[in-house]
């Protein structure tokens, strides 16, 4: 067993990025994510590995036993808003209901408290932060320093550890960029991973390790299904992004997998969960059908 990593999966459907098909007419696709969700638990059951899943909200109403499943093998539930929107697109107050909404929905069906949030496209933005801590969030996971993708937000120029307290009391776990060159290269993983031959991608996995930098992995799962539908309103670029290499990144998965101790945020950090003291609580009000959580 090689050194310890830490492993997220975003998980959302091949449909649910938000962007041409919106979240009124999801209803109108069809979910692949469960065989490809067990294909991704049953890697990291074999190496007896950890992760955190950052759900969809949505996705979590749905398939509420799925979550349920995650959370039994004790890997960490966190949260990755509930409709998919970029964060920088929404009003403030838009994006607080979106969060809540989230963690509300998974800890309702978890019973547990959520204390992580990754943001869609890695769209995070300062205020976001600050209404994150305020919602009940102990830590971010959407910062990736000096990128050149036309989504992702560009928070921060460089970050000197991956990981730190971005304001009181609150933690971000940013991802890992690679120096080639004039270059900065996003090496997380994603559409990343399955572009470059394993080979190369560990190289610059080892590469990241050896510069004493905690290195944080992050895989779809419609990532490792050359059977998804093709979605027919992307434009070249995205179809090239979306579509590249799915047939050979289950293999690589395992081959990552089996190759280095991978663990969940809270895992890697035990520190954010020592922050968490709140106790979970839901209580429904009148009607049965919202309901709200009372921290402490
Ligand atoms: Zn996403």
């Known amino acids: 067993m090689g050194k310890s990593i830490i492993f997220t999966v975003d998980l959302e459907d091949w449909f649910t990025d938000g962007r041409q098909i919106q979240v009124e007419s999801w209803d109108n696709y069809e979910l692949m994510i469960e065989t490809n969700v067990y294909a991704i638990l049953s890697l990291l059951a074999k190496h ?8 969809l909200g949505w996705i979590a109403y749905k ?8 959370h039994a093998m004790r890997h960490e539930v966190a949260s990755h808003g509930y409709a998919h929107e970029l964060v920088y697109t929404l009003s403030e107050e838009k994006f607080r209901t979106d969060v809540r909404r ?9 019973g547990a408290e959520v204390i992580g949030y990754r943001a869609p496209c890695f769209s995070m933005t300062r205020w976001g932060l600050d209404i994150l801590k305020e919602e009940g969030f102990i830590y971010d996971s959407s910062i990736v320093p000096r990128t050149y993708h036309d989504l992702y937000s560009r928070l921060y120029e460089s970050v000197e550890n991956p990981f730190f307290e971005i304001i009181e009391q609150f933690w971000e776990v940013s ?4 120096s080639i060159g004039p270059l900065q290269i996003p090496w997380g993983g994603g559409g990343y991973f399955r572009f470059y031959p394993y080979p ?77 003291n709140r106790k979970w609580e839901t209580q429904y009000e009148e009607d049965g059908q919202l309901f709200a959580h009372s921290p402490q």
């Open 48 to 55: 007896n590995a950890k992760a955190t899943f950052f759900i």
């Open 63 to 70: 398939k509420p036993r799925l979550i349920q499943e995650i």
């Open 102 to 110: 989230s963690k509300l929905t998974l800890e309702d069906i978890i």
């Open 175 to 178: 991802l890992p960029t690679l």
């Open 200 to 276: 190369l991608f560990i190289y610059g996995v080892r590469k990241w390790i050896s510069s004493g930098n905690p290195y944080i992995f992050y895989i779809h799962p419609y990532d490792l299904d050359p059977e998804q539908p093709r979605r027919t309103d992307y434009s070249r670029l995205n179809r090239l992004r979306r579509y590249y290499g799915l047939k050979s990144t289950r293999n690589k998965l395992e081959r990552l997998i089996g190759q280095f101790e991978c663990k969940s945020i809270v895992e890697y950090y035990p520190l954010l969960q020592q922050q968490n």
